[in-house]
């Protein structure tokens, strides 16, 4: 039986090739092998939403996704998405509510909730707290990351910008 | 935890696969969405020496309608369903079940055919099928056969498939004009494995209900259809009496087994709650 497999895939805009063997989750190669940090593994059984990254452009559980799977797929973390700007209302908006106590759910949070910004532009408050009841807040912080998105939603819809807390050099 | 060790392989060709899987024998497993398989090889509750990717194979993709049927292919993900407008207008039930089903990073994986062929009785889609008399397509070593959802779930995580065959695609009759539906599940958190849920349709004249089907999941071994409170309510006008008399019988005719925190008398009255409630909104 041949336990490795060779995989290329493109991880925040760059191109990655490795040999890896079958049975290794996206998150540990992520975190492993490409020392990225961002995505957390909580349950490693689909429950908390920690691990939470992109691929082809739709969030899903990294711990639940082989490194083989991704194979010739976009991987995108909160490292990428954080530098192209794409979750950058979100990030000013989560500051602003304090929205993150220790901050190991928070990337899943963002997300998640950048993916409901785009597909549910008109989310009520009550489907927020649906959507977001995927990710898992130990601190119980949740108050305050469903006031974070819902004022992300309420400012797109007015084509509104979040204003940053603290002013950027 | 972590997975022990497995082979892979990812076929293109649906014959490919079924060769792959009558080699592999009772050590392959097929992944598509891998949903609930990746958890369970996590916690080293299954250990496979191979797993079978299927998510190449293009006869198992896609969403159609054929002839007066709906066609959704097995590896079709929850999301695409949650998304799609030939689900909404020929299946609407199962548009209204979709947002049910764990949660959004999970449904943009999990596919149609994987909860169906897994047979989860707290799972959203097997008790949907059941409602919506679908149609499975098999395909096997010998070809292809065909068998209707109410025989299609055996028993707890048990179905009519043979370990040597791939559940292709599901046919659903089209919904039609006068056909009303309803869906809804109890469960502690949303997206969690419902406590009790009930998929229900019928053909609304007035406000009178006809060729109701009740199917209640996560109460059983299996979905199971309500069919003593089907008969008390088909042809009838819906008033409080039509539904105390089947809330009665439908709590009569299904023995509810009890989970990790439920009791099986929870699950007896939760019930009879669904079908009061949804007996109400399939008249509005």
Not at chain 1, 20 to 44: A, N, Q, S, T
Not at chain 1, 45 to 59: E, H, L, N, R
Not at chain 2, 194 to 215: D, I, M, P
Request: glycine letters at 8%.
């Amino acid at each position: 039986m041949s336990l490795k497999k060779k995989v290329s895939m493109t991880v925040n805009g760059v191109t990655v090739n490795a040999e890896i063997e079958p049975r290794r989750h996206l998150v540990d190669f992520l975190r492993e092998d490409l020392h990225l940090k961002g995505p957390h593994l909580g349950c490693e059984q689909g429950a908390c939403g920690a691990c939470t990254v992109k691929v082809d452009g739709q969030i899903i559980r990294g711990c639940l996704f082989l490194t083989v799977q991704a194979d010739g797929s976009v991987v995108e973390t909160v490292e990428g998405l954080t530098k192209s700007g794409a979750l950058a209302d979100l990030q000013e908006s989560f500051m602003r509510h304090n929205a993150m106590q220790c901050g190991f759910c928070s990337s899943g949070m963002l997300l998640a909730a950048a993916e409901l910004i785009e597909k549910q532009p008109k989310a009520s408050r009550e489907e927020v707290r649906e959507w977001i009841s995927g990710n898992y807040c130990r601190c119980t912080g949740y108050h305050a990351i469903v006031d974070a998105i819902v004022d992300v939603l309420e400012a797109r819809a007015k084509g509104q910008k979040i204003k940053p807390v603290v002013a950027h050099a | 935890m972590k997975a022990a060790a497995f082979d892979y392989a990812k076929p293109t060709a649906l014959s490919d696969a079924l060769s792959l899987l009558e080699q592999g024998g009772d050590d392959a497993r097929l992944i598509a969405g891998g949903q609930t398989l990746l958890a369970t090889l996590n916690m080293r509750l299954s250990e496979p020496s191979i797993l079978i990717d299927i998510t190449d194979v293009a006869e198992l993709k896609g969403i159609s309608v054929v002839g007066n049927k709906l066609r959704i292919g097995a590896l079709v993900t929850h999301t695409e369903i949650e998304d799609s407008d030939l689900v909404a207008k020929h299946a609407p039930l199962l548009k209204a079940a979709a947002p049910h089903i764990a949660h959004r990073a999970i449904r943009n994986l999990g596919t149609w055919g994987g909860s169906l062929a897994y047979g989860d009785p707290a799972a959203e889609w097997p008790a949907c099928s059941l409602t919506l008399q679908a149609t499975m397509v098999i395909h096997g070593p010998s070809g292809e056969r065909k068998i209707s959802a109410k025989d299609f779930f055996i028993d707890l995580y048990t179905t009519s498939l043979e370990p040597d065959e791939i559940l292709v695609a599901t046919e659903i009759p089209l919904a039609t004009a006068n056909q009303v539906f309803y869906f809804h599940e109890l469960a502690r958190r949303h997206g969690d494995y419902a406590v009790a849920g009930l998929a229900a349709v019928a053909e609304k004249q007035g406000s009178v209900l006809n060729n109701c089907v009740f199917t209640f999941f996560s109460v059983s071994s299996t979905p199971v259809m309500a069919v003593a409170a089907q008969d008390v309510v088909n042809g009838q006008v819906i008033n409080d009496q039509v539904i105390a008399k089947a809330v009665e019988a439908a709590r009569e005719e299904i023995d509810a087994i009890a989970d990790i925190t439920n009791s099986a008398a929870a699950k007896t009255h939760l019930i009879g709650v669904l079908l009061e409630r949804g007996l109400k909104h399939l008249v509005v």
